[in-house]
């Protein structure tokens, strides 16, 4: 049976306490005495798609379990939802507009990096509605 470990709501455009979760994540798996190469792909992998619900979303959820096995990830939002996974997927693709852009985002590597650190990724999106993001991460 898989333990949650952390919940955590995600609002729109909160730059205050976007990466948040990725951080609280990151000191349970500690303390669970994760190895630190698995805290750091969490790490980026949690980041990465906090602040997607951040910037191009209307705000959703993070949830992580754990089980013997695997870390499980899940980002959901309400949101536009996303038009072309092919695209989103493609390193320096961004739809962010250049006032997210000054902010230091927008950089399109986003999904590529997890998409490269996870062990399994599974994306499901609605236009108009919004996409639920779930990754495992193997403890081995
Ligand atoms: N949660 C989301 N809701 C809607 N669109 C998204 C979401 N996450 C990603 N996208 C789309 O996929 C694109 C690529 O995402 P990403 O690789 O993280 O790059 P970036 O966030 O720098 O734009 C985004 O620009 C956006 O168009
Ligand atoms: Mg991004």
């Known amino acids: 049976m898989p333990t949650k470990i952390i919940e955590k709501e995600i609002e729109k455009l909160d730059f205050q306490s976007g990466g948040e979760a990725s951080s609280q994540l990151k000191n349970k798996l500690r303390k669970l005495g994760v ?6 792909k969490t790490a980026i992998v949690t980041y990465e798609l906090e602040m997607n619900v951040v910037i191009h979303s209307e705000g959703g959820v993070i949830e992580a379990s754990v089980s013997p096995e695997n870390l499980e990830i899940i980002v959901s939002d309400s949101g536009p939802g996303i038009k072309d996974l092919d695209k989103a997927f493609t390193p320096g693709y961004s739809t962010a507009s250049d006032e997210i852009r000054k902010l230091g985002f927008g950089a399109g590597m986003g999904l590529v990096n ?5 062990d399994k990724l599974n994306v499901e999106t609605a236009l108009g509605q919004g996409t639920v993001i779930k990754v495992i991460i193997n403890f081995n």
Do not use: D, E, G, P
């Open 114 to 118: 997890v998409k490269r650190y996870a």
């Open 35 to 40: 190895t630190n190469a698995i805290i750091r």
